[in-house]
């Protein structure tokens, strides 16, 4: 039995060396493996020797040779792929130990990129393939943490056959995945360092496409998680390798670890006060805003934004955009927070809050990612860009016509609304949320939850036009004075009317922002 044997991480390879030894196997190696094997004591033969051919290009090209892949993909049942091997001197290699150059791993250094590509790995992967291909016949392992398992399964397939061949199956699915994954961050770091303002001569349409046809990303498990959405449902956080954002760099300073919703949660709360340059904060419960508020400090906009509903903020996500000093901590701590988020803590505001040992804080390290979002369905996913823009025009339709500062309170509100779940409705006065309808199945019931909760607000704010006046006259008996909302509707100028009668200044944006 011969084995061949080239890995960059050498844990584990003397021990697996031994042991494939007292199994009767002669060892085949190149480069760094053979040096780093016969230093330890090893008889080893080289691929240059196997091969008759020497190492060229500074080492890009070995074991790139039907002395190799010949010995690795002749099929053993088959008479006539052992008649070639004989006729061509090939010895088969029964075992092939390769792992791949740590191209993820020294990408985090930020090389160069001629430095970078001498870390894409082709022989091993090739190597790899082939082994994986052949399974029935060769044992392929493509990291230590295999050779554990392999030693145990090797010994034991004379008693089990079947359960031997069912290993070398599962070390063979290994190598597809690993090399799928390793390829496509090779694809996403080659796509990023593009300059994009230079088109390929000549090339796929899809490379102009938002949406190509095809698209790979290599998901690399962060963490599991307590449990899922509920604890009878398991949970993991993968990150998108190559794709850096808000949710894989923030930094927990204090309390248990994550749990399922509480990415959800986060996400949403530190996304919600991204969009806005003033100091802003944001209170999520089950991943819907319940209050927003802006403020000239984080204090002040944290006790804005609990005003907006102090019964639902209980157990609640909080995010600012700004450090969270003593005077913020000292007002939160009043509440039964779960999580707090912000870019920065003060050594004072760690004092006071660290104190509730269950109270969650996230050091959020950059913004929130502008790109596309995605979400898993059954058999496959939703894709679409990010909604980053507000409006299309600002056009006032009603014959009250409203100032500058209604326009900005009006924007304000719009804003909040588009993070809020559709139907939607934001009642809003002095830059704070005073109500939020969301999730309602119908746009008055929306309104008219979200007007009982903002008694004295002037403004309100809609994600999609108003079918129906019933929405506008909800707003005039509650002392609603401007309204925004996209327009769009066939019935449009009943609205219209409706305001002009109670002499409420209405603005078109021409865009909705339904979420769902």
């Not at 691929?47 to 074991?63: F, H, Q, S, Y």
């Not at 199956?169 to 690993?178: D, I, N």
Request: glycine share 8%; with cysteine.
């Amino acid at each position: 039995m011969n084995a061949l044997l080239s890995v960059y991480d050498k844990k584990g390879l003397l021990e697996l060396a031994a042991f494939l030894k007292e199994q009767g196997f002669e060892l085949i190696s190149s480069g760094g493996t053979h040096r780093f094997l016969q230093e330890a004591g090893f008889r080893v033969r080289s691929v240059e020797e196997v091969t008759g051919a020497k190492e060229m290009l500074d080492g890009r090209v070995k074991t790139l040779h039907p002395a190799i892949h010949g010995g690795i993909l002749a099929k053993r049942n088959r008479k006539d792929h052992l008649e070639t091997l004989k006729e061509q001197g090939i010895l088969p290699l029964d075992l092939v130990c390769v792992n791949l150059y740590p191209f993820e791993e020294m990408l985090e250094q930020g090389l160069p990129m001629e430095e970078q590509t001498e870390y894409i790995d082709i022989g091993g992967p090739s190597m790899l393939r082939s082994a994986a291909k052949n399974w029935q016949s060769v044992w392929v392992l493509s990291s230590p943490n295999q050779y554990g398992a392999f030693q145990k399964a090797f010994q034991a397939q004379a008693l089990d056959p079947e359960a031997a061949a069912a290993h070398r199956q599962t070390l063979a699915q290994a190598v597809f995945q690993k090399t799928a994954a390793y390829d496509g961050l090779i694809a996403q770091w080659l796509t990023g360092t593009r300059n994009k303002d230079v088109a390929p001569l000549e090339g796929p349409s899809e490379s102009k496409e938002v949406f190509p046809e095809t698209m790979t990303w290599t998901l690399k498990k962060k963490t599991d998680l307590r449990y899922g959405e509920n604890p009878h449902q398991k949970g993991a956080f993968y990150e998108v390798k190559g794709q850096e954002g808000s949710m894989t760099t923030f930094q927990q300073l204090h309390g248990k670890a994550l749990g399922y919703i509480n990415y959800k949660d986060l996400e949403a709360a530190w996304r919600i006060v991204c969009d806005f340059e003033e100091c802003a904060c944001a209170a999520i419960k089950h991943n819907t805003p319940c209050g927003v508020a802006l403020g000239a400090t984080a204090a002040k906009a944290y006790e804005r934004a609990h005003a907006c509903d102090p019964l639902s903020i209980f157990g609640g996500i909080v995010a600012l955009n700004r450090e969270v000093d003593e005077a913020a901590a000292q007002i939160m701590r009043q509440t039964m927070l779960h999580i707090i988020a912000a870019p920065s803590f003060s050594k004072k505001a760690l004092d006071v809050l660290t104190a509730k040992k269950n109270l969650i804080l996230i050091q959020m390290n950059q913004s929130i990612g502008r790109g596309k979002s995605l979400i898993s369905c059954d058999g496959g996913v939703l894709m679409q860009e990010e909604d980053q823009e507000l409006v299309t025009t600002w056009q006032v339709v009603t014959a009250a016509q409203p100032t500058q500062e209604d326009l900005e309170e009006l924007e304000f509100a719009f804003k909040v609304c588009k993070y809020v779940k559709s139907n939607a409705i934001v009642v809003s006065s002095e830059r704070a949320a005073r109500g939020i309808g969301g999730g309602f199945v119908n746009r008055i019931d929306a309104a008219e939850y979200a007007l009982a909760h903002a008694k004295g607000a002037a403004y309100l704010a809609s994600d999609a036009f108003f079918p129906f006046p019933d929405v506008v006259q909800a707003a005039a008996s509650h002392g609603i004075r401007c309204i925004i909302a996209p327009g769009g509707s066939t019935n449009d100028q009943a609205s219209i009317d409706a305001c002009d009668a109670a002499g409420i200044a209405m603005v078109f944006t021409g865009m909705r922002h339904f979420r769902h």
